[in-house]
């Protein structure tokens, strides 16, 4: 099981929202195949066939619990990085 494979999970599962590293997150919303632009401490990430913008920002070196709320349902709403999802 890759790293992200473990973050993914870990999101999912909604047992440790608060922690979360924030840096991860990010990669794991790339590798999703989201379009990453930084507008100061802002990170917005769009995808094309989501119709959702996910906005983080860093508290700390964490991602914030409620931002990874946000992520989870996007997750799950779309269906992104199961089984047969080759983006990860």
Do not use: W
Not at 17 to 33: E, H, T, V, W, Y
Not at 51 to 72: H, T
């Amino acid at each position: 099981m890759s790293q992200q494979d473990k973050l993914l999970a870990k999101i999912l599962s909604g047992t440790s929202d608060s922690n979360i590293p924030f840096a991860q997150m990010c990669q794991l919303l790339r590798k999703l195949g989201f379009e990453e632009r930084i507008r100061g401490s802002h990170h917005i990430f769009t995808k094309e066939s989501i119709e959702e913008i996910v906005n983080l920002q860093p508290k700390g070196s964490q991602a914030k619990a409620y931002q990874v709320k946000q992520v989870r349902a996007v997750i799950l709403k779309y269906q992104l990085g199961g089984q047969d999802d080759d983006s990860l």
